[in-house]
């Protein structure tokens, strides 16, 4: 798996090319002439200087060539990156706004078509005038062979080698090279202690019980989501990893004094 990064993808974007590919898409051209008018020459202006509470400011003007256009539009721009019908073993994935990742799957140790898809990618960047940021893409290897390869070449990006990792953070959820949940856990459970340190903190000032279950519900709700969906799919509320979870549940029962949802039962919910 390559994941893809780009620099400054909206910024890049060359408008007469987007106008283009939207009228292959069959948008009408009043439409299209109307986005172009969006898209290029829009002056802004900053207020600055010292009286500015007093209304008392300055003005400098500068005009955009483009401005961040929205997610919508960098969809259908980059509509038609697509993997080569000829590598069917490939596939192209486009998700969060402009992030792109290859797959591909390597039979009899022959990468060929991997890597001419990849090659394949990096022209299509470059005829699109997307910057390929190869410092920070990745590359990640799954490999469940008994006999494995001691080497692997790295992909090659305009003239750089791609870090091959042993994880990824993908969408929030870390990916590993053996698709353990062990780094995912890990890194869960490490987030939610740094956000029972705000609990333990409210406690202090002597909160009420209600606001302290609140905290827990509202600002932590991104916290026990990510945490329950992961073991809807790991099903490791019974192993090692599911107890330390349990037990950080334990400590925000404790702070809030307030009763949660054992792990194991949001668990069999979520899956129903």
């Known amino acids: 798996m390559l994941f893809v990064d780009f620099s400054s993808a909206f910024n890049t974007v060359i408008p007469y090319k987007l106008i283009t590919k939207l009228g292959d898409l069959g948008i009408s051209t009043p439409l299209r002439y109307w986005i172009m008018d969006f898209l290029t020459n829009r002056p802004q202006h900053v207020k600055s200087g010292p009286q500015l509470l007093l209304h008392h400011h300055t003005q400098h003007w500068r005009t955009t060539g483009l401005c961040a256009e929205p997610v919508l539009l960098y969809s259908l721009f980059t509509h038609d990156c697509r993997p080569r019908p000829m590598y069917g073993s490939n596939s192209i994935t486009k998700v969060c706004r402009y992030d792109i990742t290859v797959i591909g799957l390597i039979s009899d140790n022959d990468e060929s078509h991997y890597r001419a898809e990849v090659e394949h990618l990096a022209t299509w960047c470059a005829d699109n005038n997307l910057l390929l940021n190869t410092s920070k893409t990745k590359e990640l290897i799954v490999d469940f062979r008994k006999v494995k390869r001691e080497t692997h070449d790295p992909i090659h990006i305009n003239g750089m080698a791609v870090e091959c990792v042993s994880s990824f953070k993908f969408l929030g959820t870390h990916i590993s090279e053996n698709l353990s949940w062990t780094a995912n856990t890990s890194s869960l459970i490490k987030k939610a202690h740094q956000r029972l340190f705000f609990l333990r903190t409210l406690k202090k000032n002597h909160l009420s019980t209600a606001i302290l279950g609140n905290f827990y519900q509202v600002c932590n709700r991104e916290y026990p989501n990510q945490l ?39 668990q069999k919910k979520r899956c129903l």
Request: hydrophobic share 40%; with cysteine.
């Open 228 to 266: 329950h969906y992961s073991l809807v799919w790991e099903l490791l509320c019974r192993g090692p990893q599911g107890k330390a979870l349990q037990r950080v549940v334990k400590t925000a029962q404790r702070i809030t004094k307030t009763p949660l949802p054992a792990i194991e039962d949001v």
